[in-house]
């Protein structure tokens, strides 16, 4: 017994002096300043991820569907294949065309040919007819000669027109017997087979922007005055991602069994997991902003009355009943008990007693602590 009492004594000389030492050093904690903060009052909404572009995209041309690189799932790129027809009866027509613009093209030199015999001939009988030298019936023939050329010569030039116009469509359905993606996205739906008669207009895929997407939100009609496009929204999907979005457009359109109208918001980014129909809650702001008083969350400790908070004064932790209001973001809204300015602690505050020195961690310490760590190095 008397070697156990010794042992104690023993090991109390020895912690005593580092657990006193202790006693007199200051608290090591974090803090933070209390600010100032804009916060609006919001309505949380449901809603729902929505494409802006979604199209079925269609063929121009009809004929046989030779080829279908893509399937559904498929991601694609702007100008991207899609479906390839048959083009041997658009070659033959092509080939026409040409042929036909090359006859135009001869039989315009003819009549040019004879537009300018006519023109002659015409000017030689305006001067005989001058001199009497022919009758007056046969100028007019030579009159009525150079009209019919001048008409054949135009007919002639129309033909060119037409043939240069059958040409250019030949070619418009020779270029377009190639369906091409109108914007990148991904292949939600097939709807053609390689060897199907496809007409035109029919459709061959369905195409989802999936770079392009918002969210809709069916809004009550009572707050709807109060909303205001171009206004930041804050708000997550059913996975915890959060969202940023900008409210765009109210639709003039009303669901009379809620009471509610569908509102669209632009998705400041669109992640690659985001799906079309996917749920999002939205804290959608009713109200003008206004500026509040708020402190971070960590700053606040549980009491028996209510909330309270550490506030660094001149080395001491000095408690501060807080009353508070809304959450915003990660601080809360300070109703009373601490003004703009003051250094709360943030951690290390759990075990903080009223009064107790404490050296701020993510800053010089203020000289209140430093003059009180001196006399316990001392002692």
Known sequence: MRCRKFAFVALLAITLPAFLAAQGRPAGVQTDLVEMAEMTETVTVFGQIVAVRESDVATRVAGIVNEVPVQI?????????????????LEIELRSAEAELAIATAGLEVAQAQADRAQTA???AEELVANASISTAQFDDRASDLAAALGGLSEAQARIRAADNAIELARYNFDNAIVRAPFDGIVLDVATQVGQFASSGSQVATLLDTGSMEVEANVPSRFIAALEPGRDVMGENDAGTALTMTLRAVLPTEFSETRTRPVRFSLTQVDPSFAIGQPVTLDVPIGAAREVVVVPKDALVQARGGWTAFVNEEGKAAPRTVT???AIGDTF???SGLA??????VRGNERLRPGQDIMPMNGPPPAA???????????
């Not at 799932?73 to 009866?89: E, I, N, P, W, Y």
Request: hydrophobic content about 45%; proline content about 5%.
């Open 73 to 89: 799932g498929s991601g694609v790129a702007a100008g991207d294949v899609l479906a390839r027809m048959d083009t041997s009866r």
């Open 122 to 124: 015409f000017a030689r």
């Open 324 to 326: 508070i209001g809304a």
């Open 333 to 335: 809204e300070v109703v």
């Open 340 to 345: 703009p300015g003051d250094e709360v602690v």
């Open 369 to 379: 602590a430093q003059a009180g760590t001196a006399p316990a190095e001392e002692g």
